[in-house]
């Protein structure tokens, strides 16, 4: 509906629009840009699909093409100036929305996602930026347990630092357009990536990209006698096929697996990876058959160590790996220094290596711009991270639920760093309310020790305690206290959901799960609410925020 109405609006207004002084300048200021995402974004509509390979022509940009597609006469120029018009519209509208804002004292914080669509036109664009043999992804964490598999590509950073990362500078400069401040999304990606193979689905055998992968002879100098075949494939014995697949252990021999020795298995090669499985059971809906599939792929990524992706004779321990059969396997001795191996490899081999690799990128991107920059710094830390954000003085991202300090288990407010941001959940967390009542005994302990408030805790959360939590956040000495909408209309039950399920954005573990959420009250509706108005405006002066 939008595209037709768009494409209306184009027809009634745009030709116009196009001569004007102002496109001309904004078309001089994007062309870099502008011109291929146009070429893009038709050949796309031409062909029906965004996997610009499966394109008839046109799979990669031609810088050759830029002239006729940007000569108003050409009928190049005449077949894309749709998406000319469009681009400039909202950039229009961002410029207003921005001006508008500064003239209210209000600043307007941008995001920087870390990665981008493997079919999107900036891979198509210059592809010599991006490893397409590969997937992006985080490693587990107590929101998925598997990992997670975001799809996109990882950065080829050797040859976007030989150019002074131009690419990163150019996305950067573009926003300082339309914002006053920005957050770097998964700001670890720039020290290193989780990259997972392309022929695996779950995130559990990626390895961190770039890293110091071991050779058999560190990995024995251990104290482990390094069995290749055995902690580099899949590991698939009898007891192992029981515990996974109970009654329906004959039935996975027989249709999964061949027979090589005593009591143990190896996949047949149609479903040696978890892709293939994956395709094997397309359109397989039945929690039978999704249970099934999901034990085949818990067999495959039974490895203890994972094959560098660059040099085959070196290793990296599988993240998680102590929660395997593989693991479970191996003598005591062996799981002690396996314990040893896994600790050094993820918590102190790497740092100074990643401290390296940042500076070559993060200083470019700081100083490209007046912005103020702060950074999604959550998950697995390594010592290294503060070390350059402290030193590029980059705000860090402080949740009271995920404390950086591994001795405690919940964050002080009051212990805050000034240079952060402080908030109660992100996008991709349950939002207070929801928080509040998965755990009872995490919530007790919160409230007793956190709030300070004897007794049972409430459940649900009522208004009056939420309103006392986010007055707490408000109060700790980060430089900005940024909280969801969610978590605002928490302090109001008139106001709030009745159903707290409904206010998540994402669900990490679930890809049918993303960007869910949509207020149930409008910005207009808020303003006329004078209960609700009152109370936030109260908390901010008491905090001495305003």
């Given at each position: 509906?939008?595209?037709?109405?768009?494409?209306e609006i184009?027809?009634?207004e745009g030709?116009e629009?196009?001569?004007?002084?102002?496109?001309k300048?904004?078309?001089?200021d994007s062309?870099?840009w502008?011109?291929?995402?146009a070429?893009y974004?038709?050949?796309r509509?031409?062909?029906?699909?965004a996997?610009?390979?499966?394109?008839?022509?046109?799979?990669?940009?031609?810088?050759?093409?830029?002239?006729?597609l940007?000569?108003?006469?050409?009928?190049?120029?005449?077949?894309?100036?749709?998406?000319?018009?469009?681009?400039f519209v909202?950039?229009?509208?961002?410029?207003?929305?921005?001006?508008?804002?500064r003239?209210k004292?209000?600043?307007?914080?941008?995001?920087?996602?870390i990665?981008?669509?493997r079919?999107?036109?900036?891979?198509?664009?210059?592809?010599?930026?991006?490893?397409?043999?590969?997937?992006?992804?985080?490693?587990?964490d107590?929101?998925s347990v598997?990992g997670?598999?975001?799809g996109?590509?990882t950065?080829n950073?050797?040859e976007?630092?030989?150019?002074?990362?131009?690419?990163?500078?150019?996305?950067?400069?573009?926003?300082?357009?339309?914002f006053?401040?920005?957050?770097i999304?998964?700001v670890?990606g720039?020290?290193?990536?989780?990259?997972?193979?392309s022929?695996?689905?779950?995130?559990l055998?990626?390895?961190?990209?770039p890293s110091?992968?071991?050779?058999?002879?560190?990995?024995?100098?251990?104290?482990?006698?390094?069995?290749?075949?055995?902690?580099?494939k899949?590991?698939?014995?009898?007891?192992?096929?029981?515990r996974?697949?109970?009654?329906?252990?004959?039935?996975?021999?027989?249709?999964?697996?061949?027979?090589?020795?005593?009591?143990?298995y190896?996949?047949?090669?149609e479903?040696?990876?978890?892709?293939?499985?994956?395709v094997?059971?397309?359109g397989k809906?039945?929690?039978?058959?999704?249970?099934?599939r999901?034990?085949?792929?818990?067999l495959?990524?039974n490895?203890?160590?994972?094959r560098?992706?660059?040099?085959?004779?070196k290793?990296?321990?599988?993240?998680?790996?102590?929660?395997d059969?593989?693991y479970?396997?191996?003598?005591?001795?062996?799981?002690?220094?396996?314990?040893?191996?896994?600790?050094d490899?993820?918590?102190?081999r790497?740092?100074?290596?990643?401290?390296?690799?940042?500076?070559?990128?993060?200083p470019k991107?700081?100083?490209?711009?007046?912005m103020?920059?702060?950074?999604?710094?959550?998950g697995?830390?390594p010592d290294?991270?503060?070390?350059?954000?402290?030193?590029?003085?980059?705000l860090?991202l402080e949740l009271q639920?995920?404390p950086k300090d591994?001795?405690?288990r919940?964050?002080y407010?009051?212990?805050?760093?000034?240079?952060?941001?402080?908030?109660?959940?992100?996008h991709?967390?349950?939002?207070?309310?929801?928080?509040?009542?998965?755990?009872?005994?995490?919530?007790?302990?919160?409230?007793?020790s956190m709030?300070?408030?004897g007794?049972a805790?409430?459940?649900?959360?009522?208004?009056?305690?939420?309103?006392?939590?986010?007055?707490?956040h408000?109060?700790?000495?980060?430089?900005?206290?940024?909280?969801s909408?969610?978590?605002?209309?928490?302090?109001?039950e008139?106001?709030?959901l009745?159903?707290?399920?409904?206010?998540?954005?994402?669900i990490?573990?679930n890809p049918?799960?993303y960007?869910?959420?949509?207020?149930?009250?409008?910005?207009?509706d808020l303003?006329?609410?004078?209960?609700?108005?009152?109370?936030?405006?109260?908390?901010?002066?008491?905090?001495?925020?305003?």
């Amino acid at each position: 509906a939008k595209q037709k109405y768009l494409h209306e609006i184009y027809q009634q207004e745009g030709k116009e629009m196009l001569k004007s002084k102002a496109f001309k300048q904004f078309f001089a200021d994007s062309e870099q840009w502008l011109v291929p995402y146009a070429q893009y974004c038709y050949l796309r509509d031409k062909y029906g699909k965004a996997d610009f390979s499966t394109w008839p022509d046109h799979q990669v940009w031609n810088e050759k093409e830029r002239k006729q597609l940007s000569t108003p006469s050409s009928k190049e120029y005449k077949e894309v100036e749709f998406f000319y018009f469009v681009q400039f519209v909202l950039n229009q509208q961002m410029e207003a929305v921005h001006a508008y804002a500064r003239e209210k004292g209000v600043i307007l914080k941008g995001d920087i996602p870390i990665g981008v669509n493997r079919n999107g036109c900036d891979v198509w664009m210059e592809p010599k930026y991006f490893n397409l043999n590969g997937q992006a992804g985080a490693p587990p964490d107590d929101f998925s347990v598997n990992g997670q598999n975001w799809g996109f590509p990882t950065y080829n950073w050797d040859e976007m630092v030989k150019d002074g990362c131009k690419w990163w500078v150019r996305r950067f400069q573009n926003m300082n357009k339309y914002f006053d401040a920005y957050r770097i999304d998964h700001v670890l990606g720039f020290f290193r990536i989780w990259e997972i193979p392309s022929d695996a689905v779950h995130g559990l055998l990626g390895q961190f990209a770039p890293s110091l992968g071991m050779s058999r002879e560190e990995i024995e100098g251990y104290g482990l006698h390094f069995l290749e075949d055995q902690f580099t494939k899949p590991f698939i014995s009898d007891w192992i096929i029981d515990r996974v697949f109970h009654e329906r252990a004959a039935e996975v021999k027989q249709r999964f697996l061949n027979h090589t020795h005593d009591d143990i298995y190896e996949l047949k090669p149609e479903f040696s990876t978890q892709r293939k499985v994956e395709v094997a059971f397309e359109g397989k809906t039945s929690d039978a058959d999704i249970w099934l599939r999901d034990g085949l792929y818990a067999l495959i990524s039974n490895v203890l160590f994972v094959r560098d992706r660059k040099d085959p004779n070196k290793f990296h321990p599988r993240i998680s790996a102590q929660f395997d059969f593989t693991y479970e396997a191996l003598y005591d001795s062996d799981k002690a220094v396996f314990n040893r191996i896994y600790n050094d490899y993820y918590y102190r081999r790497n740092n100074q290596f990643w401290y390296r690799e940042a500076m070559k990128k993060l200083p470019k991107l700081v100083q490209a711009t007046r912005m103020l920059v702060c950074a999604e710094d959550l998950g697995m830390v390594p010592d290294c991270v503060p070390w350059v954000m402290n030193n590029l003085k980059i705000l860090s991202l402080e949740l009271q639920s995920m404390p950086k300090d591994p001795h405690v288990r919940f964050g002080y407010l009051g212990s805050n760093p000034y240079r952060s941001v402080c908030t109660i959940s992100s996008h991709d967390m349950p939002t207070l309310r929801q928080w509040w009542d998965e755990d009872f005994e995490r919530t007790q302990a919160y409230y007793n020790s956190m709030l300070y408030r004897g007794g049972a805790a409430p459940h649900p959360l009522p208004g009056w305690l939420a309103r006392d939590i986010v007055g707490r956040h408000l109060m700790s000495p980060s430089m900005l206290c940024i909280l969801s909408v969610q978590d605002w209309l928490a302090i109001d039950e008139k106001l709030r959901l009745a159903d707290q399920n409904a206010e998540r954005i994402n669900i990490p573990a679930n890809p049918k799960h993303y960007w869910r959420y949509r207020m149930h009250v409008s910005i207009e509706d808020l303003m006329q609410n004078t209960d609700f108005r009152e109370n936030v405006t109260e908390l901010v002066c008491q905090s001495g925020r305003e």
